[in-house]
């Protein structure tokens, strides 16, 4: 991402009409444009950090809106540079012709339009945040539910960075052992053994472990899990939805075929958003119902081929046919399918949980709600959620491989410090490594292509 020192402007609250909307500007040299917009003579200034109310006006006077002018002088603001936020009513047409007005009053000073995360880009740049901050402030934004804001406000604090940083600095001390030792080969210093090299190692891989795991729950809680319902038709997937969703959100009829494309509804438990997506029956495509039933049933297998978790629904009246075990046959190796038995109302079934060597299977009724506990609490399993008192870090996907990446490095260095000291320039090139993958995470090592991507993900105004 190319950094353009220019001033920038952007209406900073959501579209839409509102009761109030705000303009943003930053850059330097910004009061000659506070006193254009907010109609101040040419020895007037706004006060740092305190609320002026009064008009704001059009070149030749006329008043645009009224409302409040902060200003904050660099770097005591967001970005580190100066801010000017001008708050008016938030109807969409107001808003626009207040930020037209900034930009015309700035155009001496270059003046233009943000980049979508444009202001939240210049506070990393300013060290007013790290990267795992700033993408924190987009996490807040976007946050779908209370547990997951709580998260996003905990890592724009800095509780995941600081968890980074203290990795990094045993990374890094760890390193200056083994360096200052290929510095100075004449000592013959037995360095694996004097210095507890593989036991400082050792504490380093399991810190990593730690962070990885609260990290990939933080990541649950953001991105959720997708779960695919799977089965013939008829069987209860759209039941199976509704009682999850807890409301009739999908067709239920005895006609097959019903589902004619997907369903996707989202749920929480404990916190986390499970992404449930009801599909077409599925059957053989000599006996599908038209072009239409054969292309929803195409759509379901491309669905199930991206799935986090498949619940395969099977009829517990009627027990299992031949055409369930095609089905099981066609599910992709490496995604965890859950047996679902549903109906138990009409076959007598107690519902319960069993694991059996292939598979795990759950009894339960969607129709009368008996057993929803189950499926809900296996669910929480595979997604690796614990109730537990440990932090838990709001993770995106780029913070986990980056955690994996510094894993594998340090498994490298922990094969190569077991054979002997004669290795230990590549093993100061894999903790070298590990180090810097765990620097992207917070920035302190990142390429600029990689935060043009972030940044670009960001509402404008942010």
């Not at 909307?21 to 006193?35: D, E």
């Not at 380093?204 to 729950?217: D, H, K, M, N, P």
């Not at 990541?219 to 695919?228: E, P, Q, S, T, Y």
């Not at 107690?350 to 189950?374: C, F, N, R, W």
Request: aromatic fraction near 4%; proline fraction near 3%; hydrophobic fraction near 45%.
């Amino acid at each position: 991402m190319n950094h353009d020192s220019s001033p920038i402007a952007a209406i900073a609250t959501a579209p839409g009409r509102g009761g109030i909307g705000i303009v943003r500007v930053s850059g330097k040299n910004l009061m000659p444009v506070a006193r254009a917009v907010c109609g101040l003579g040419e020895e007037a200034a706004l006060k740092p950090r305190h609320a002026a109310y009064l008009d704001f006006v059009r070149a030749d006077g006329t008043v645009i809106d009224s409302g409040l002018a902060l200003y904050f002088n660099a770097p005591h603001s967001y970005t580190g540079e100066e801010v000017l936020e001008l708050q008016g009513h938030g109807g969409p047409v107001v808003m626009q012709m207040l930020l037209n007005r900034c930009i015309e009053a700035g155009k001496e000073i270059g003046l233009r339009l943000a980049n979508p995360g444009e202001f939240t880009y210049r506070a990393f740049l300013n060290d007013k945040l790290d990267l795992a901050q700033a993408e924190a402030v987009s996490d807040l934004i976007e946050a779908s539910t209370e547990a997951a804001a709580k998260l996003a406000t905990q890592s724009l604090s800095g509780l995941f960075s600081q968890a980074i940083h203290k990795l990094v600095e045993q990374v890094i001390q760890l390193r200056m052992l083994v360096e200052a030792t290929l510095d100075f080969p004449e000592e013959e210093i037995e360095f694996l053994e004097k210095s507890n090299a593989r036991g400082q190692l050792q504490s380093i891989r399991a810190a990593v472990e730690l962070v990885f795991s609260q990290a990939a729950q933080g990541a649950l809680l953001r991105d959720g899990l997708k779960v695919v319902l799977a089965g013939q038709p008829n069987v209860g997937k759209s039941s199976l939805l509704n009682a999850l969703a807890g409301a009739d959100v999908a067709i239920v009829t005895a006609i097959a075929g019903t589902t004619r494309d997907k369903i996707t509804e989202t749920i929480h438990v404990e916190g986390i958003p499970i992404n449930i997506i009801d599909t077409a029956g599925i059957r053989d495509n000599d006996e599908a119902d038209g072009e239409v039933e054969r292309i929803g049933i195409s759509r379901t297998w491309a669905a199930v081929a991206e799935a986090d978790v498949v619940l395969h629904i099977l009829d517990a009246s009627r027990g299992p046919t031949r055409d369930d075990d095609l089905i099981v046959q066609r599910f992709p190796a490496g995604v965890p399918v859950l047996r679902i038995w549903n109906k138990i109302d009409l076959s007598g079934h107690k519902p319960a949980i069993e694991t059996l060597p292939d598979a795990t299977q759950i009894y339960l009724s969607a129709a009368d709600h008996i057993g929803m506990d189950l499926l809900r609490e296996e669910l929480l399993h595979i997604a690796g959620w614990q109730q537990t008192g440990e932090s838990v870090y709001l993770a995106r996907e780029r913070h986990l491989l980056a955690l994996q990446a510094a894993r594998a490095h340090l498994q490298v260095a922990a094969e190569l410090a077991a054979q002997s000291d004669q290795a230990l320039d590549l093993f100061a090139e894999e903790l070298r490594l590990a180090q810097e993958r765990l620097n992207s995470i917070t920035g302190a090592f990142t390429s600029d292509d990689l935060l043009g991507v972030i940044f670009s993900r960001f509402c404008i105004g942010k």
